[in-house]
């Protein structure tokens, strides 16, 4: 009898441990969705700021990268920024409005991973557009 009790307490204590934390889980209310207007630290930002990037959201990309001024990794904010601008459509902004400043963010940062990345983005735009003379010079670099 007292053998029958123990393993019921047992298996009743193995349940319990297995479904209590599924359960508690369950009720464990979500954590809050950082919006634009909550301060968050700056690597937290720049991964909000990163994800926005990923969603092409330019307004929440926006507000996420001004919270993450001063990040090791701020260049690739820059970066983000200019593929916002490459991939708008053109009923947003003209054609071709981004090249000064991919030019400046390419001279600048000559030589890095990130001005690679750009000059790869920026070939691909000036090829859709049809700027070949534009292309080639970037092409040659």
Do not use: C
């Not at 409005?97 to 990345?117: C, I």
């Not at 000059?119 to 010079?137: I, Q, T």
């Amino acid at each position: 009898m007292t053998y029958r009790i123990a393993i019921a307490a047992i298996v009743g204590l193995i349940g319990f441990s297995v479904l209590a934390p599924a359960e508690a889980s369950k009720r464990r209310p979500e954590p809050p969705q950082a919006s634009a207007t909550t301060t968050l630290g700056v690597d937290e930002a720049f991964v909000a700021a990163q994800q926005a990037f990923t969603k092409n959201d330019p307004t929440r990309f926006e507000a996420m990268a001004a919270q993450a001024r001063g990040h090791p990794l701020a260049v690739y904010l820059d970066y983000w920024r200019l593929r916002l601008r490459l991939q708008q459509p053109a009923r947003d902004m003209p054609p071709g409005s981004a090249d000064a400043a991919v030019q400046r963010f390419l001279a600048l940062h000559e030589g890095t991973l990130v001005a690679d990345l750009l000059s790869r983005d920026w070939m691909l735009d000036l090829g859709r557009r049809h700027e070949w003379p534009a292309f080639d010079a970037e092409y040659t670099r």
